[in-house]
């Protein structure tokens, strides 16, 4: 049976309808044709779809579509402002974080909320931030100097 | 598939009563959605996030009164449950992601009866309850027997957990939660022990202790003749030796892609005399000699 979801995706209101089983993951990329939130393990467990639900991160691959209706959903095609990149963004470049770049959009959105909750991380709170989020590139030193940099300019 | 928000607990057992076998629960959706994308989606998805009464950690009458619906990030951040029930605390931050605790509840934790699942032990030893509604009433079920077995539980098909009643241990009872993974966050837990231990006035004997070994059999346990073996005795090198070699054999560890049996003994082993000296030394003030 099919489910209607009103939303908010980056600040637009979005009405759409989907199959009552669909993730938020597959409403944000197949429904919506939004393919920034990245499709990997689908179980949970790499934070590829990190997404911010109302404040937090989220997996976007294990969470109802469903559960969107009446919710505030920032994802990375919400973070630049035009041309213009977010800091987080713009910090990845800068340090060189992005290999493969599979991994990058989650990573980016977990840092956002990490930054949204907190203006000068510790090592501890960076680590825990992105310990949902799998490199398998393994470029993991670079992710952090890049979140240091980020957090030192915002 | 059919779906259904119900906006009470009564509308959610009328559809579990209608449902049966068919119906699923899901709440934060953090199993359910794997098993739905990975096996088979149930013939109707029963989603009680919209029952309000179902959220919310309270103290009330000695004890500490958590919904089911309530998150494992609101768990790890509540200021209660982190000064009250250090055990529930500790295994909370240990859970999985924080994109995972920032979504699963510990009502899915629990009625997913996984023998791993990471807040099951700790509500062993802290003798907590279940509250059940089913459509002919309420009960209170001990965890000590709400386990059946992998994925079994007595909510059965048509019960719903509804609050996690918790019993406030004594200011002087200390807890650790330990765990053994590969990797630090996400993994499953190839063994989790909760050790809460609770000396006598004079600090120098052990008055209580329990004991949970969580992946190390079908359901989560208690290891009742280690804690017997170290109750009223002062904690000595050799008697937290002895009680890890018996916690060991008191463990029923099945080989699986994890670990093996024989591997799971031996944490078992590492992580019980771990958990004592940790309590110890946080209740008394002194090292285990």
């Known amino acids: ?154 | 598939m059919e779906y259904f928000e119900p906006k009470s607990i009564g509308d959610a057992l009328s559809l579990l009563s209608k449902h049966g076998t068919e119906a699923k629960v899901i709440a934060g959706g953090t199993d359910v959605m794997v098993d739905i994308k990975f096996k088979e989606e149930p013939g109707c998805l029963v989603n009680i996030k919209k029952i309000p009464s179902l959220a919310g950690i309270s103290e009330s009458g000695g004890a500490l009164r958590i919904g089911a619906l309530t998150t494992i990030r609101e768990i790890e951040t509540n200021a209660l449950v982190r000064e009250k029930l250090p055990v529930l605390w500790d295994a909370s931050r240990q859970f999985a992601s924080l994109q995972v605790r920032n979504t699963a509840t510990i009502g899915g934790n629990i009625c997913r009866a996984s023998p791993s699942g990471e807040t099951l032990t700790p509500l062993l030893v802290l003798e907590a309850n279940a509250v059940l509604a089913f459509s002919d009433g309420e009960r209170s079920e001990p965890f000590l027997s709400f386990f059946q077995g992998p994925g079994k539980c007595a909510a059965g098909v048509k019960g719903l957990l509804t609050e996690i009643e918790i019993p406030i241990p004594p200011a002087s009872s200390k807890g650790v939660y330990l765990k053994h993974a590969v990797r630090g966050a996400m993994d499953i837990a190839m063994v989790g022990v909760a050790v809460m231990l609770t000396p006598d006035a004079g600090k120098s004997n052990v008055q209580d202790v329990r004991i949970g070994l969580g992946a190390v059999g079908p359901t989560p346990l208690r290891a009742p003749k280690t804690e017997a073996l170290l109750k009223g005795k002062p904690l000595t090198a050799a008697l937290v030796k002895e009680a890890g070699a018996l916690a060991a054999s008191e463990a029923s560890p099945i080989t699986d892609q994890r670990s093996s049996a024989e591997n799971r003994r031996w944490i078992v082993e590492a992580l019980t005399r771990r958990g004592l000296e940790q309590t110890w030394k946080a209740a008394t003030g002194k090292e285990v000699a």
């Open chain 1, 1 to 154: 049976m099919s489910v209607m979801i009103n939303t908010t995706i980056n600040g637009q209101a979005v009405s759409a309808s989907c199959e009552a089983s669909t993730s938020l993951l597959e409403f944000l990329r197949d429904t919506l044709e939004m393919k920034g939130s990245k499709l990997c393990c689908n179980t949970g467990e790499c934070g590829a779809c990190t997404v911010i639900y109302n404040g937090k991160p989220i997996n976007a691959c294990v969470t109802l579509a469903a559960d969107a209706n009446g919710a505030k959903i920032t994802t990375i095609e919400g973070l630049a402002d035009g041309d213009k990149l977010h800091p987080v963004q713009q910090a990845f470049i800068d340090t060189g974080a992005v290999q493969c770049g599979y991994c990058t959009p989650g990573y980016i959105m977990s840092v956002k909320a990490l930054l949204d909750r907190t203006k000068k991380p510790t090592q501890a709170d960076i680590e825990e931030a992105v310990s949902g989020n799998i490199c398998r590139c393994t470029g993991y030193n670079k992710i952090v100097d890049a979140i240091h940099l980020a957090a030192s300019k915002l």
